[in-house]
């Protein structure tokens, strides 16, 4: 059994597999997690290996009392992944995108795809039918939206996430939620569109904490699984072991 810990910019997400079956899976912030996920360790005995990627301010050292339980292995930009790397600046890319990346590679083979992970930001990332990994683009998330409307102007406030599908705001709150949700939706889209064009033989995965919450609104056929991101480090692990 594995245990896979996706250290991300706002939350953490873990999840147990037996092989490439999902047995677990939590979400939470960053109180209290080591004793969370020990609680994990000491609950699932035959957990022998934990595979973690790590984008927030946790140190590795912060991580070591996982030793004492399982192996603990990291996952970096310098390991090996399944396709070849174009981007100008692999120092530069997050582990979260090659990750993402290198899911989509083992799971849909020789056909082009872009991985949209919607989070905090908003990131997309290109791999094509050959397995050459081109880059994508990065924007702000909905969480993001919100947050910019309400700390760069004077007065208008700071929403949650609605389910408003109007086109038309007749309200400061309404208009709102029209200009960050339709925006998303607008610029996925457009994205999906262009890459389409350029394209063929093509899929779009959508994932990320707003993935289920997006995936009714787009106009485009997608595959919406939130938890791509923590199958395709279990995958990827499983891929380096193997070789």
Not at 30 to 41: A, C, R, S, V
Not at 100 to 110: E, M, N, S
Not at 116 to 129: H, L, N, R
């Given at each position: 059994m594995n245990l896979i810990v996706d250290l991300g910019n706002s939350k953490i997400k873990v999840a147990v597999f037996e092989n490439d079956t999902l047995i677990l899976r939590e979400v939470y912030g960053?109180?209290?997690?080591?004793?969370?996920?020990?609680?994990?360790?000491k609950k699932n005995e035959n957990i022998s290996n934990v595979v973690v990627s790590n984008v927030s301010n946790v140190s590795n050292d912060d991580?070591?009392?996982?030793?004492?339980?399982?192996?603990?292995f990291f996952i970096s930009v310098s390991g090996k992944f399944?396709?070849?790397?174009?981007?100008?600046?692999?120092?530069?890319?997050?582990?979260?995108?090659?990750?993402?990346?290198?899911?989509?590679?083992?799971?849909?083979?020789?056909?082009?795809?872009?991985?949209?992970?919607?989070?905090?930001?908003?990131?997309?990332?290109?791999?094509?039918?050959?397995?050459?990994?081109?880059?994508?683009?990065?924007?702000?998330?909905?969480?993001?939206r919100y947050e910019a409307?309400?700390?760069?102007?004077?007065?208008?406030?700071?929403?949650?996430?609605?389910?408003?599908?109007?086109?038309i705001g007749s309200s400061t709150v309404t208009s709102i939620h029209s200009g960050v949700l339709n925006g998303v939706c607008g610029e996925i889209d457009s994205f999906i569109n262009r890459y389409s064009e350029e394209y063929k033989n093509f899929i779009i995965i959508l994932t990320g904490g707003d993935?289920?919450?997006?995936?009714?609104?787009?106009?485009?056929?997608?595959?919406?699984?939130?938890?791509?991101?923590?199958?395709?480090?279990?995958?990827?692990?499983?891929?380096?072991?193997?070789?």
């Open positions: 960053y109180g209290d997690w080591k004793n969370k996920i020990e609680n994990i360790l991580l070591s009392f996982i030793n004492r339980y399982s192996k603990l399944p396709f070849k790397n174009l981007y100008e600046t692999p120092k530069t890319l997050g582990i979260d995108r090659v990750v993402l990346a290198a899911g989509a590679v083992l799971t849909y083979p020789k056909v082009n795809r872009l991985v949209i992970d919607a989070g905090t930001c908003i990131t997309y990332d290109f791999i094509d039918e050959l397995d050459n990994y081109h880059g994508g683009a990065i924007s702000p998330g909905i969480r993001l409307l309400h700390n760069y102007t004077a007065k208008l406030p700071l929403l949650e996430k609605d389910d408003y599908d109007e086109l993935a289920e919450f997006l995936a009714k609104r787009l106009k485009n056929t997608i595959f919406a699984n939130p938890n791509f991101l923590l199958e395709s480090l279990n995958q990827l692990f499983q891929y380096n072991q193997h070789d």
